[in-house]
Structure formats: C-alpha cells, structure tokens
C-alpha cells in the first residue's frame, strides 16, 4: 500500500499546475489598476475643481446683482451726503475693476464698501424716511441672504478640493498634474459686521 501512495505522490509531483502564474500578466495587470486609479483620481480632480468654478459662478451672479443696486443706492444716498465723496469714487473704481476681471477680493472689497454706503444711509433720518432707501435697504438684506448661501456652497467645495489635493497619494498625483490649492472666499473680520436695517 505504501508503494501505491508513492506512485501516487510521483505522478501528482510529475503533474504541471492547474494554472501558472506568467510574472509578466501580474506586472501588466498591477500596471493597468495603476493607470485605471490615476485616470479615476485625474478625473476626480477635474470634477470638484469644476464644482469650485460652479459656486464661483454663484457667488458672481449675487455680487453683480447686489453692485447693479449700487447706483441707486449712491444716486439716493449723494444728495444727503455729499461729504461722503471719496467712497463713492472709490465704490465706482472697485465696480470697474470687479466687472473686467470677476475677481473675488476686489468683490469683496466693493461688498463692504456697499456697506459703508449703508451705514452712512442709516445714519441719516432724512434717508431712513426715503422710500427709495428702504426699498434698496430690503433688496440688499435679500440679496445678502443668497450671497451668503453662495459663499457657504463655495467655502465647502474649495476645503473639499483642497483636502482632497492635499491628501496622501492625491497630493502626489494632485502636484503631478498642476493641481493648486483654491483660496476661501472669507470677508477680513473687522468687515464682517452686517449693516443693521431697520
């Protein structure tokens, strides 16, 4: 019998394997997982940078609706306050600059110099009872409302590409590919008190 299970032994040892293992398929496939995660992780890239491009596109369609108020805003508030010169040329300054290239900052700069108009408009009673300003008051405080929802949209896709670029392998493939950190649209703090309206 045990002459039996060595013949057995002999012809299972002399038996190719069910299958071989060709080195090279195993380097071609880790190869094309490889590219297949790259391509998947590009694409990834492109997507939320495109989502960033989007809530930036947002935020422009409130910023240039709250600024086409600002002539009507500056037209009721001149006549009251005509020594208020110096903002208003600079609020027509910051329009020009906004309108040609729909930078972020200098919005920024012209939202709160909205706000200075405001301020001054609420400061004066002669305004406070103009029907014109309140009703270019109320446009505003609406208009604040959706812009605000805007940045938040924006806020969270930039941190969400910016985690994602700077994450371990993305940041790898993120420099690799010219991905770039985006800057939070953020108002400087001693300009984010909200003009009160009445």
Do not use: W
């Not at 190869?31 to 590009?42: G, P, Q």
């Not at 103009?130 to 812009?147: A, D, G, I």
């Not at 420099?175 to 984010?192: D, N, T």
Request: aromatic residues 12%.
């Amino acid at each position: 019998m045990s002459d039996t299970m060595l013949q057995i032994a002999a012809t299972t040892a002399e038996r190719e394997p069910l299958f071989s293992i060709n080195p090279l398929a195993v380097v071609g496939f880790i190869a094309i997982v490889a590219i297949l995660f790259i391509i998947a992780e590009y694409n990834r890239f492109v997507q939320l940078r495109h989502k960033i491009k989007q809530a930036k596109s947002g935020i422009d369609v409130y910023l240039t609706q709250r600024f086409d108020l600002i002539p009507n805003l500056v037209e009721c508030v001149k006549g009251y306050a005509a020594h208020e010169e110096r903002v208003f040329t600079e609020m027509a300054r910051l329009r020009g600059e906004y309108d040609m290239n729909k930078n972020l900052k200098a919005g920024s700069e012209l939202y709160n110099k909205c706000n200075e108009v405001l301020a001054i408009g609420e400061s004066n009673p002669y305004l406070q009872a103009s029907e014109q300003f309140l009703n270019l008051q109320k446009n505003l405080t609406k208009m604040e409302s959706q812009l605000q929802a805007a940045r938040r949209i924006y806020n969270g896709d930039v941190t969400l590409y910016n985690t994602t670029i700077s994450t371990f392998p993305n940041s790898f493939f993120a420099s690799l590919f010219g991905f770039h950190e985006e800057e939070l649209f953020v108002i400087e703090e001693y300009k984010k008190e909200n003009v009160k309206i009445n």
